[in-house]
């Protein structure tokens, strides 16, 4: 049975998501974040040497880091191909472009917002915080707001032309792409872009989403 080292409120709940869609038995290995700092235990470690989530283990196998997995459960599992468009078409090229896309281009911007609001807050020393925030309030209107909206419109022209990221059928590039769309929307908002809210909702709408946040736990982020 494949093992799932799950992070609560992290990536890793995509994982989840994808085992939900192929049908696979799976168990979760839960680890929670240090409360002062959101880094993940030490414990992980003994998982993997950076200590991150995700971590799959099947049988004798250990894979990290999202799209690695992704591909990893995809080549072993989906056997029917109903999660990745045939090989050589136009929606496979698009595909694989967003599974990296996600991680490549998306959450640098986010991971740089969080890190920087955080510099207002513990565990930075009191006297520092008000300095702390001034430097992120520039760096966010200067630099990260102006480029995360330029990456939402760029989502927003996609999804113009096509219900999901890679063309009109759902596929494990739109998972990957979950998590980047659920940050957004409930730190920043997607604004008044109608197609990446209706994405988002549709995501949600699926059965195998609501069974992993069943399973994984509610994103709080």
Known sequence: MIRVHHLENSRSQRVLWLLEELELDYEIVSYHRDPATMLAPDSLKQVHPLG?????????????????????????????YRLVPPAGSAEYRRYRYWL???EGSAMPLLVMSLVFTRLGKPPVPLVMRPFGRA????????????????????????????????????????????????????????????????????MRERPAYRRAIERGGEFAM
């Open 100 to 102: 990296h896309y996600a």
């Open 52 to 80: 991150k989530s995700p971590v799959i283990v099947d049988g004798e196998i250990t894979v990290a880091e999202s799209g690695a997995i992704i591909d990893y459960l995809i080549e072993t599992y989906d056997r029917q």
């Open 135 to 202: 430097l992120a309030n520039g760096v966010k209107a200067k630099y990260l707001e102006p480029q995360m909206r330029r990456h939402l419109d760029f989502w927003e022209s996609e999804l113009t032309a096509s219900t999901w990221f890679a063309g009109e059928h759902f596929t494990a590039a739109d998972i990957q792409m979950s998590f980047p769309l659920l940050a957004r929307g409930a730190r920043g908002g997607l604004g008044e872009r109608p197609h990446l809210t209706a994405c988002l909702a549709r």
